[in-house]
């Protein structure tokens, strides 16, 4: 799957699947600009793509998809409380976005007004807030589907950071994916990343699959 500008996704592939699409998509002249997939796809994808074109393929990201089991929020939970984001709170969400892209590298990534509009609208954003009132830390939580919901976008600003927020933002986010229903709660993480990874698991989610991303200089057919 893919929709433009953004990357080809792959599911797992058999014995020389990669090969062929890469011959395929050559062939209609698509471009590629990189691949999400399991890691053995990706890397398989990102060696066909190579042979097939002059493109050179670098590892951009390796990630772990991780499934909640118990849900386990932090114990002492960090002052302040979690409320769901509201339409008043749409300049920070944005805001909060666009730094969040900027820290993980992404830089083809929507518009940060519309990213927060499309989240308000499905309420899915859980702030956390200090007993002042002050907003300090956001998850936000894709809608079902298959009755799956997704854990996506946390983010705490970097002065505010170590102090426990981002885990009780996502603890409440994955409180509110359970309670609407859904029967798995997912959550990626970047495998660079020790702290979110190790919070996560505190939290009770349990590792499934790893996952890379290969991103791709310009590709010339080589015929």
Known sequence: MRTPPFQLQLTALPYGAADALAVLLVKDGRAVPSVFAPSEA?????????????????????????RLG???????????????????????????????????????RPDPGSWAESRLAQGGVVLWETPDGTPVSMASASPEVAAQVRVTTVYTPAPLRGRGYAGGA???ASRAALDSGAK???????L?????????QRLGYQPVADFATHEFGDATTKG
């Open 42 to 66: 990706a890397a398989e994808f990102a060696a066909a793509w190579e042979r097939r074109t002059k493109a050179t393929a670098r590892l951009a990201m390796s990630q772990r998809l991780y």
């Open 192 to 200: 660079a990343n020790p702290t979110s990874n190790g919070l996560y």
């Open 184 to 190: 798995e709660v997912l959550l990626f993480t970047d």
């Open 70 to 108: 118990t849900l386990t929020p932090p114990e002492p939970a960090p002052p302040g409380r979690a409320r769901a984001a509201v339409t008043d709170d749409r300049q920070l969400l944005a805001q909060w976005y666009d730094e969040f892209c900027t820290d993980i590298g992404e830089e083809t």
């Open 170 to 172: 996502t603890a409440a």
